[in-house]
Nanobody, 123 residues
């Protein structure tokens, strides 16, 4: 399984970005999927998750109402739409995939990772 993240960049506060993560191997609906981020000097933290099959979504409180995780089965891709970006959203964003059922928010419970894409939000 390979995950390829893209879509990061430098934006201003209030702008939007859409991150993409192309998933190889099984169909994207076969995995639980998550977006995580890691700011300099901080641990990797959960941002948004999407469970396998049913597709229920979960969000960190800090991004709820601003970010949306979704998947496109035809393109085997998971997305993170980020609106109303804030400087505190600045981080390297990683997509993760897990084979198990149910929602998980800890990085250690994900089996596969993409390489990360950097998001910088200026004030």
């Amino acid at each position: 399984v390979q995950l390829q993240a893209s879509g990061g960049g430098l934006v201003q506060a209030g702008d939007s970005l859409r991150l993409s993560c192309a998933v190889s191997g099984r169909t994207v609906s076969s995995y639980g999927l998550g977006w995580f981020r890691q700011a300099p000097g901080k641990e990797r933290e959960f941002v948004a998750g999407l469970v396998k099959a049913a597709g229920s979504t979960y969000y960190a409180d800090s991004v709820k109402g601003r970010f949306t995780i979704s998947r496109d089965n035809a393109k085997n891709t998971v997305y993170l739409q980020m609106n109303s970006l804030k400087p505190e959203d600045t981080a390297v964003y990683y997509c993760g995939a897990r084979l198990g059922y149910g929602f998980r928010r800890l990085p250690g419970e994900y089996d596969y990772w993409g390489q990360g894409t950097e998001v910088t939000v200026s004030s």
